[in-house]
Nanobody
Framework: QLQLVESGGALVQPGGSLRLSCVVS????????MGWFRQAPGKEREGVAC????????????HYADSVKGRFHISRDNAKNTVYLQMNSLEPGDTATYYC??????????????????WGSGTLVIVPS
């Protein structure tokens, strides 16, 4: 059974850091691009970051939303079936439920969600103002 399970969400003060994890099962992580998305209360879901499969040269240049560039870092550990999102210098605007998702292919198409075919249930990050 294919699953994506996020964890690591918490309440963190502005300027703090947090690392989210997405443990996958039921498929070979190395074959797929993976993305992180978020949805804030009352807003549409938006792309945060995407990393291509390790076999792709594109994995050396992950994609990030402009709002998180320089603060967030996506990585993957295929041996642990896990994708990470390191979040630094957190701001109240980062408050959202964060989701990881699998792309149908091996190469990211920006941080768009149209190619994503499986999703986790999300983990909540709160950065109070």
């Amino acid at each position: 059974q294919l699953q994506l399970v996020e964890s690591g969400g918490a309440l963190v003060q502005p300027g703090g850091s947090l690392r989210l994890s997405c443990v996958v099962s039921g498929f070979t992580l190395d074959y797929y691009a993976m993305g992180w998305f978020r949805q804030a209360p009352g807003k549409e879901r938006e792309g945060v970051a995407c990393i291509s499969s390790s076999s792709s040269s594109s994995s050396r240049t992950p994609h990030y939303a402009d709002s998180v560039k320089g603060r967030f870092h996506i990585s993957r550990d295929n041996a642990k079936n896990t994708v990470y999102l390191q979040m630094n210098s957190l701001e109240p605007g980062d408050t959202a439920t964060y989701y990881c998702a699998r792309d149908q292919g091996s190469v990211c198409q920006g941080v768009e969600e149209y190619g994503m075919d499986y999703w986790g249930s999300g983990t909540l990050v709160i950065v109070p103002s």
